[in-house]
C-alpha cells in the first residue's frame, strides 16, 4: 500500500484521516472494501480507493487467516 500512497500537498496539510476495512480473498485479490470512518473529504477518499486498488494483487495470505480475512476483512487506516 505505501508504495502507493501519494498525496498532494494540499491534501497532505489537511491532517485528513480515515479507515477502511479491506476484505481479500486467498488469491491475494481484493475482493471488497468499505469506510468504516470517511475522512469527509471526497478527493482524500479517492486516493485510498485509489491506492487500495493499484496496490492488487496483495500477498497470498497464510491459509490460517484466509477465511478470516475474505469474511472479516483487515482494518487499514489511512494515511499509512
Known amino acids: 500500500l505505501q508504495n502507493y500512497w501519494e498525496l498532494p500537498v494540499w491534501l ?3 491532517k485528513l484521516t480515515a479507515q477502511v476495512q479491506v476484505f481479500i480473498d486467498s488469491r491475494g485479490r481484493m475482493r471488497n472494501f468499505r469506510f468504516t470512518k470517511s475522512s469527509g473529504n471526497e478527493k482524500f ?9 493499484q496496490s492488487q494483487p496483495f500477498p497470498v495470505p497464510p491459509e490460517a487467516i484466509a477465511s ?3 469474511v472479516d476483512g483487515i482494518s487499514v487506516g489511512f494515511p499509512l
Do not use: A, I, N, P
Not at 45 to 53: C, F, G, M, N, S
Open 12 to 14: 497532505q496539510r489537511q
Open 45 to 53: 477518499d479517492e486516493e485510498v480507493r485509489r491506492t487500495l486498488t
Open 68 to 70: 478470516s480475512l475474505l
